[in-house]
């Protein structure tokens, strides 16, 4: 199974569960943190998110108590984004938009964990991008930038490539009777298409 982390799926978690305990995404395929993580409820005792090939955070903080590693993520991000995610949040846990199809289904009755292949989604802004743009989407918005990137962009026969080796990789990890040594492996390789995939149709909505 393959589960999307990325910036409506933690801000969901944030809007709808707010007695959250346990955020388990160790293991996993994250080649970046979303910083929407540093909007946790502080009810949260146990954060893990080691074990990704993410490169922005050191491991020594991922080590360090989910408190700590939530005040350390919501440092990197700037006022504007904080301001932004905060509204989006505001908005998703208004009883009007509780049956928004836009909005992630959610169940908050125990842990929350994810025990597939995750990854950061086209809109989840993330730690290494922060460091080079000092804004979230700027003026426009969290949400905007959210509804923009739902747009497909024109296929081009990179893009098309990029998705058949995309799902021919997400095909592979079905396989049950891989090693675990092969499924990371596999795992590696879905993170680097799924990534270059993303750039590819940003670049194309740019032109």
Do not use: W
């Not at 293991?27 to 910083?35: G, K, M, V």
């Not at 350390?72 to 998703?92: C, G, T, W, Y």
């Not at 928004?100 to 989604?121: A, M, R």
């Not at 962009?153 to 021919?168: F, G, N």
Request: charged fraction near 25%.
């Amino acid at each position: 199974q393959i589960v999307e982390i990325g910036q409506r799926f933690i801000l969901s978690l944030v809007a709808h569960c707010l007695e959250l305990k346990t955020l388990l995404l160790g293991n996993n395929c994250l080649p970046s943190i979303p910083l929407e993580i540093g909007l946790l409820p502080a009810s949260l005792n146990c954060l893990d998110l080691r074990g990704n090939p993410q490169r922005a955070v050191r491991y020594s903080v991922l080590e360090r108590s989910a408190s700590e590693q939530v005040k350390f993520i919501q440092n990197r991000m700037s006022p504007d984004h904080l301001a932004s995610a905060k509204l989006v949040v505001q908005e998703m846990s208004s009883p009007r938009n509780s049956t928004d199809k836009g909005n992630e289904s959610i169940s908050c009755d125990g842990p929350t964990s994810s025990t597939g292949n995750s990854t950061t989604s086209s809109v989840a802004p993330n730690i290494e991008d922060e460091k080079i743009k000092p804004t979230c989407g700027g003026q426009e918005g969290a949400l905007e930038e959210t509804q923009k990137a739902q747009i497909p962009p024109e296929e081009s026969p990179l893009v098309q490539e990029l998705q058949q080796s995309v799902d021919a990789f997400t095909k592979q990890l079905q396989d049950r009777s891989l090693s675990s040594a092969k499924r990371f492996a596999v795992k590696k390789q879905l993170a680097m298409s799924r990534s270059k995939l993303i750039r590819e149709r940003r670049r194309l909505k740019q032109e």
